[in-house]
C-alpha cells in the first residue's frame, strides 16, 4: 500500500476505533478470542501481546486467517471463545442476514460479542477538559436518515433509510443484552455494542 494511501485509510480516527476494540475485548478480562474479519492484523497483534489466545477468521484465505469461512456459519463448536470481536464486518452482508450472523456469534462466544457497525450521520460532539473536574466525552448523531449510496461498499447502515438505530437495537436484543452502546466523539462513524449472550 502506498503510503499517501495508507495515510489516508489509517488515519488517527481509525487508531481510535482499533484502541476501542481492544479495550472493550479486555475489558471482559478473556483467555481466548476469535476476531471476524482480521482486516490488517493491528488489532490481533495487540489482543496478543496482552496474552490472548486469538483465532481469526475471514472468507478471504488470502488474508491469512486461522480459520476461513462466513461468519453466517463460523467454522467452530459452540461456546468455543470467551469473546467475539467482530468490527465493521456485518454491513458488507444484506441485512436479512443480521440475525443468522448475531446467532452465530452468540453461539461461538462464552462470555460477550464486541460489535461495530458503521452509523452514517452528521455528528455533534461534546469534549471537555477541566482542570479537577471528570472528562467528559460524547458524540451523538442527527436524527434524520439518508437513503444507501449507490457507491458505498456496504449493503447498509446505522441511519440510513430503514435502517433507524431503534430497529438495529431491537434485532440484536433478539440474542443479546446491551451492556453498553455508543459512539466515540474520535470516530463517531463507528457505532460500538458491547453484548452479553441470552441462553
Partial sequence: MQY?????????????????????VLSFQPASVLEVGVGNHIVTHAL???GLDVTTLDIDAGLTPDLVGSVEKIPAADQSFDVVLCAEVLEHLPYERFEICLSELKRVSRH???????????????????????KIRYAWKFPFSKNNDTGSPHEWEINRTGFPLSRIKTDIEKHFSIVEHFLSPWMPYHHFFVLKPKR
Fill in 4 to 24: 499517501q494511501q495508507w495515510k489516508r485509510y489509517e488515519n488517527p480516527e481509525r487508531w481510535t476505533s482499533y484502541f476501542t476494540q481492544i479495550d472493550r
Fill in 48 to 50: 496478543k501481546q496482552q
Fill in 112 to 134: 460477550g460479542v464486541v460489535l461495530s457497525l458503521p452509523h452514517w450521520g452528521y455528528t455533534k460532539r461534546l469534549i471537555l477538559d477541566v482542570p479537577g473536574l471528570p
